[in-house]
């Protein structure tokens, strides 16, 4: 099947001299590994992160992360005194590489500030592009640019080190990728005025994160429009997930109502909670 490794990094430039720093690293959607500043020593998550791949490996990746993580904040800092980028100020950098069930792969780089696009890396061509039009963008394309060992070693790392340490990492952490959690599903009405009843079901406790929720009328699915409403699949603090779907009804129509979930851990079977 396919398979996601990505790469997290938050850089927090508080002042001049303080920068809160942080890194994650995730197969699919867990959190298997992570960084963090005084030591940057690499945190392994899970018993068998350390073991996937020989310790020399890991000390590479460590020594290359903190040489990474340190000129970058050294470069971000210079540019800050250069166009007077006022404190306090957030980068956000996503990274990694997709593996899909033909064989084929795709990567990325991407840089934000603020929380928007800022800077991205086309890993094929070894090109710097800024992703908007201000004076800051323009300056960390051009010095990015000229940073060639930087950039042919994230081409490196991303075309090759990272799908196969991915092979490794699917590996070993097996059970962990195959992990099913059933769903926990309940259902309850809100009346906001007295001609409408909103339906309510909740479904939490459920992993892996696909899922399908459908409100069914007389055992018929109710399709999407306006009466219907359905949130995202959120997280829970125990890595599993919810979400909820609600349905406008008029009170006392005379039809019966049911929700139905759908998951992988539930096999073939379907939860089925009637209202009423």
Known sequence: GSCKLHIFQTFVFHNTNFVDALAWAT?????????????WDIQYLYPWVYPSLPAAEWDNLKNLFNIYMHNLILSL????????????????????????????????????YNSHSFLSFNVDNILWERQQESE???????KFTTFTGFSETLQYLLNVTCVDHMKKFIEYGRASL?????????????????????LICRV????????????????????????????????NADLTYQLR??????????????CR???????????LIPWG
């Open 27 to 39: 197969l699919e959607d867990i959190v298997f590994a992570s960084l963090r500043k005084p030591t």
């Open 77 to 112: 800092l210079g540019d800050a005194k250069q166009y007077q980028i006022p404190y306090p100020f957030v980068f956000q950098c996503a990274t990694g590489c997709n593996l899909y069930p033909n064989g084929s792969y795709t990567k990325f780089y991407h840089l934000a």
């Open 136 to 142: 800051l963008a323009m300056q960390v394309e051009r």
């Open 178 to 198: 195959k992990r099913q959690e059933l769903p926990v599903a309940t259902v309850f009405a809100r009346t906001p005025r007295p001609d409408q009843l909103l």
């Open 204 to 235: 939490t406790g459920f992993y892996p994160r696909p899922i399908s929720v459908a409100w069914l009328q007389d055992g018929q699915e109710v399709p999407p429009g306006p009466a219907l409403n359905t949130s995202a699949i959120l997280p």
């Open 245 to 258: 779907i609600t349905l406008a009804v008029a009170p006392h129509d005379g039809h019966s109502y049911a």
């Open 261 to 271: 979930v759908r998951h992988r851990s539930l096999g073939t079977r379907s939860l």
